[in-house]
């Protein structure tokens, strides 16, 4: 069992950052990779940033150059500075785990329920 909590949503003007950060609890897990997608309403879910355990970061377009993902591999959390917010960049941002159970090298996929961000003046 293998759960994600995000946190640090908000609401911000135009220009200004955010921080979110994803915590990863239960036991019997190791992380594959961790990372951050978004949606909009009408909009499809999209990736904004992932970081493989060992791979190369890689980050949505429209995000390159403002946001950055980090891990604190210790206590299995992922964060998301956002700077430079644009309006556009409004959505519910999920946390994102791919995991490996312990003793299998099968891979599970598991959600954070979501938290708010809303950029507006």
């Known amino acids: 069992q293998v759960q994600l909590v995000e946190s640090g949503g908000g609401l911000v003007q135009p220009g200004g950052s955010l921080r979110l950060s994803c915590a990863a609890s239960?036991?019997?897990?190791?992380?594959?990779?961790m990372g951050w997608y978004r949606q909009a309403p009408g909009k499809e879910r999209e990736l904004v940033a992932v970081?493989?355990?060992?791979?190369?970061?890689k980050y949505g377009d429209s995000v390159k150059g403002r946001f950055t993902i980090s891990r604190d591999n210790a206590k299995n959390t992922v964060n998301l500075q956002m700077n430079s917010l644009k309006p556009e960049d409004t959505a519910v941002y999920y946390c994102?785990?791919?995991?490996?159970?312990?003793?299998?090298?099968?891979?599970?996929?598991?959600w954070g329920q979501g938290t708010q961000v809303t950029v507006s003046s």
């Open positions: 239960g036991s019997g897990f190791s992380i594959n990779a």
């Open positions: 970081m493989p355990s060992g791979g190369t970061t």
């Open positions: 994102h785990g791919n995991m490996f159970l312990s003793g299998s090298t099968t891979k599970f996929l598991y």
